[in-house]
Each structure stands twice: as C-alpha cells, then as structure tokens.
C-alpha cells in the first residue's frame, strides 16, 4: 500500500507566482532582492525545481512575507478575496499602518 504523503507534493511554485504577482514583482527583481538567480526562480514557479527552505526563507524575506503566510493554506482560499489581495501587496510599514488604524475602530 503506497504511503498517501508519498504522492503529495506542496505546490510550492504555484505559492511563489501567487505571492509575487499580488506584489506586483517581476521574477527579475524578487530574483534579485532574494539574491538568487532569475533563472532559479522561473524554474520553480513552473515546477522544475524544489528549493530547500533556505531559498523559500530568502524569497519569503523578498516578498515581505512570513514562512507561515507562504505555507498558511487559507491563504489560497482568500485569493480571490480583493481586500486580502491588496493587504498582500502592502509592506511591513503599510501593513502596520492599516493594523493602528483598523484597531481604532472596534
């Protein structure tokens, strides 16, 4: 009997494209800010590559995002959600900037 884990396999590329294109980031410039080659990262947003954690640290650091957000699978249930897909696109001082405002209003 096959071990069901053993055919699962993260779509770990299909995450990267999501991630980058909400930040409006070519593969050219996440490439360079997370000092890897573009051909690198084509590669594993087409599914060819399997990067160690280290590489998806790196391009998570990149696209101002935690590990968790880039693992976090409720995150590809709200893509499609335009209010998450606009608070993806914010950095760090964006994001803490909505977080004061909206805890303002309770």
Request: net charge negative; with cysteine; aromatic share 10%.
């Amino acid at each position: 009997m096959e071990n069901k884990h053993d055919s699962y396999e993260y779509p770990v590329g299909d995450r990267l494209r999501f991630f980058r294109e909400q930040k409006h980031i070519s593969t050219n410039k996440l490439a360079n800010l997370a000092g890897i080659s573009q051909s690198y990262v084509r590669e594993i947003e087409l599914g060819n590559k399997n990067p160690t954690i280290e590489i998806i640290f790196h391009l998570c650091r990149a696209l101002d995002i935690s590990l968790k957000d880039f693992f976090d699978d409720e995150n590809n249930l709200l893509s499609n959600d335009p209010l998450i897909t606009r608070i993806y696109r914010l950095n760090t001082a964006q994001r803490e900037a909505l977080l004061t405002f909206l805890n303002t209003i309770d």
